[in-house]
């Protein structure tokens, strides 16, 4: 069992940044970040696993990155609009899915507010 502890969310206004951090209590191949905005379904947001990926709504806004000595994965948010306002949950797994799918992750964290205002 693998516990995921989320750090790192707030209130920012749009176009500003926030770094989200994922301390977890064991290594897993993959690693991940959804959201889920109220009254919609959780989304694959970045995950890393050999390489990076991304939603096709913050690629070139978000960066996912892990520490494997901390184990420990980040997702550096900038240019942040009202639209990225959710919950955001880190996710880790070795399951047989993309990195921006849930069935990739059997472990997920508690979740972070992130809340961009106009």
């Known amino acids: 069992q693998v516990q995921l502890v989320e750090s790192g969310g707030g209130s920012v206004q749009a176009g500003g940044s926030l770094r989200l951090s994922c301390a977890a209590s064991?290594?897993?191949?993959?690693m991940g970040w959804f959201r889920q905005a109220p009254g919609k379904e959780r989304e694959g947001v970045a995950g890393i696993y050999i390489q990076s990926g991304y939603a096709a709504s913050v690629k070139d806004r978000f960066t996912i990155s892990r520490d494997n000595a901390k184990k420990t994965v980040y997702l550096q948010m900038n240019s942040l609009k009202p639209e990225d306002t959710a919950m955001y949950y880190c996710a880790a797994g070795s399951g047989y899915g993309g990195i921006l799918s849930e069935s990739a992750y059997n472990y997920w964290g508690q979740g972070t507010q992130v809340t961009v205002s106009s």
């Open positions: 064991g290594y897993t191949a993959k």
